[in-house]
């Protein structure tokens, strides 16, 4: 069985720092990419960032692009998101989330099959 | 980047009704289009990918149609743990971006 579990959600305050994980199982993790989607309180979905399997290729949406940087532990099957220069708008729930298709190298098919049940990142002063 | 729009907004239906959601993205994405569904507290659950192809495990009540830039999701005789918010989400390329969602609520 697929699991993923997020960690690492917290109060901070503004231009402070977090890092986020994602532990992962059930999959042989180091063949598949790991999303990030936020979604801010009573708001949509946003996808934040995308590590392809291997950890070589990286994704960001142009929000977060230069303040937050995801990288992946094959070894321990873990995937971090390090938030930094926080700002009040990266308030939201955090998932991390499986590729749906089986890429060691890239982002995959971009479709997420797989969900952790979020971290909550609060931002404010 | 791709816009991706949907309607309606929300809608109200009753246990038993067939409802259809339409999503529709900025530019041709062929069938790089997914539908999740999102219940209260949840996590988002992937229902269709593909535009048409089934999730395994999720019900046959739910199909997916559309390429290029319209697309819908048609949920046959709902059922109470169908109603929820459902995001279509285009896979063409980053960044993925979701639509707005629509929440169908009881009637």
């Known amino acids: 069985e697929v699991q993923l579990l997020e960690s690492g959600g917290d109060l901070v305050h503004p231009g402070g720092s977090l890092r986020l994980s994602c532990a992962a199982s059930?999959?042989?993790?180091?063949?598949?990419?790991i999303h990030w989607v936020r979604q801010a309180p009573g708001k949509g979905l946003e996808w934040v960032s995308t590590?392809?399997?291997?950890?070589?290729?990286?994704y960001y949406a142009a929000s977060v692009k230069g303040r937050f940087t995801i990288s992946r532990d094959n070894s321990n099957n873990t995937v971090f998101l390090q938030m930094d220069t926080l700002r009040v708008e990266d308030t939201a729930l955090y998932f991390c989330?499986?590729?749906?298709?089986?890429?060691?190298?890239?982002?995959?098919?971009?479709?997420?099959?797989?969900w952790g049940q979020g971290t909550l990142v609060t931002v404010s002063s | 980047d791709i816009q991706m729009t949907q309607s309606p907004s929300s809608l109200s239906a009753s246990v038993g009704d067939s409802v259809t959601i339409t999503c529709r993205a900025s530019?041709?994405?062929?069938?790089?289009l997914n539908w999740y569904r999102q219940t209260l507290g949840e996590a988002p659950n992937l229902l269709i990918y593909?535009?048409?192809t089934l999730q395994t495990g999720v019900s046959s009540r739910f199909s997916g149609s559309g390429s290029g830039t319209d697309f819908t999701l048609t949920i046959s005789s709902l059922q109470p743990d169908d109603f929820a918010t459902y995001f279509c989400q285009q896979s063409f390329g980053t960044p993925f971006t979701f639509g707005p969602g629509t929440t169908v609520d009881i009637k």
């Open positions: 059930g999959f042989t993790f180091n063949n598949y990419a």
């Open positions: 530019q041709n994405i062929a069938t790089y």
């Open positions: 593909s535009a048409s």
């Open positions: 590590i392809g399997g291997g950890g070589a290729h990286t």
């Open positions: 989330a499986k590729d749906r298709r089986q890429n060691p190298v890239f982002y995959g098919s971009g479709t997420s099959d797989d």
